[in-house]
């Protein structure tokens, strides 16, 4: 019995348009993105996570049958760049599973409704990748709260 959060990076107008500025009648607004959301609901229908820039990676997890429960803590995650572009956030998912193969999760699937939206988390500044760059995020939990940070990008060899 477990839950855990589950995530991809994602970019670009395809995930984050309406989230971010950008172009708007010939003028560059992306600056304003720092003022923007840190997260947001991400309503998938017709997406789905052939169109991410990375594989899921598993962000977090809690064992629900522990006699201990950790309140809060952190974790660097590492991604490695599937899909050349730019990287906006992280699209993060709920994954459960309870005993005997019963398993919920509302990761992205095209067409198919889900029992919660996933969620977007938002880095500071875009970051340019290619196929096999790496991106290193930080996620921070405590009581009741998530928050997912860009922590470094770290270019192929």
């Given at each position: ?15 984050c ?24 609901t ?64 509302n ?26 760059d ?23 060899p």
């Amino acid at each position: 019995q477990s839950i855990a959060a589950e995530g991809v990076l994602v970019g670009g107008e395809h995930w984050c348009k309406d989230y971010r500025m950008n172009n708007v009648d010939g003028f560059d607004l992306s600056a304003f993105n720092v003022y923007g959301q840190k997260s947001g609901t991400f309503t998938h229908a017709g997406h789905d996570l052939s169109e991410a820039n990375s594989l899921a990676q598993k962000l977090l997890s809690f064992d629900l049958s522990a006699s201990v429960t950790v309140l809060e803590g952190s974790e660097v995650v590492s991604f490695k760049v599937t899909k050349s572009g730019l990287i906006e956030a992280v699209l993060m998912w709920l994954a459960l599973d309870f005993d005997e193969g019963l398993q919920f999760s509302n990761a992205p699937i095209r067409n198919q409704p889900s029992w919660r939206n996933p969620m977007l988390y938002f880095f500071d500044q875009p970051v340019v990748c290619e196929v096999g760059d790496g991106i290193k995020i930080e996620v921070t939990h405590k009581e009741k709260s998530l928050e997912i940070k860009f922590k470094e990008k770290v270019c192929k060899p």
